[in-house]
């Protein structure tokens, strides 16, 4: 079944599942007792980051970036779309009945399991990001992380299925050339530099994500 638009701006995309997601499984960082939501102008733009071909359900984006100013929840953010790529309902699925688009998590149906990898040229950097991953899924005695089926530690996110992953990076690129990454998270890039080995690191995890999407 094709997709149906529901209204005249309507376009398909896993955003709309996701958010329902992160609400079910995820605590607020600011309040552990509350359901992780988005601000309106938030949720739109992970709207649109997930959003889909119409006709053959692949991800429109491959690349994006976040520039705002501190204080408007850019590392929440993207921590929950990291342990989303590791757990969530990030690949297309087809078409449900309603002509809306459905999702599955890597490792699915001839999928690779999750490799994601949170990168800088620091740790302190890798951490703005790192640290809110950790404390999501370890909130309230590790309610999310035992949900979803994750073990999470200061230096890597791992499925207990033993299969997907993720961690922080900040290794030459050189020892990350040829990883099989299904995604990346690239902290600070105005810091990235070639003589900080910033710029050779982004070429080398853009080319690993490239094989597995």
Known sequence: MPWKPLGPDDFPTLGWA???????????????????????????????????????????????????SKGRGKSPTE??????????????????????????????????????????VSEDQTDNTWSVVYSLLRA?????????????????????????????VTAAAGSREGQPLTGASLDETHLWTPRNGGVLLAKTLRRNVAKAN
């Not at 996110?157 to 033993?162: A, D, H, P, W």
């Open 18 to 68: 996701l958010l329902d997601w992160w609400a079910e499984f995820l605590p607020s960082p600011r309040s552990d007792d509350e359901p992780l939501l988005f601000p309106d102008d938030t949720a739109r733009v992970l709207l649109e980051w997930y959003r889909l071909d119409p006709l053959s359900g692949r991800r429109i984006y491959r690349r994006g970036f976040s520039r705002r």
């Open 79 to 120: 921590a929950a779309k990291v342990i989303a790529e590791v757990a969530g309902p990030v690949r297309f699925d087809g078409w449900d009945a309603d002509g809306q688009p459905v999702g599955r998590p890597w490792g699915t149906k001839g999928d690779p399991p999750a490799w994601h990898q949170v990168a800088a």
């Open 140 to 168: 309230n005695d590790g309610r999310a992380a035992d949900a979803l089926g994750l073990d999470a530690g200061i230096t890597k996110l791992v499925q207990r299925n033993g299969k997907g992953k993720a961690e922080p």
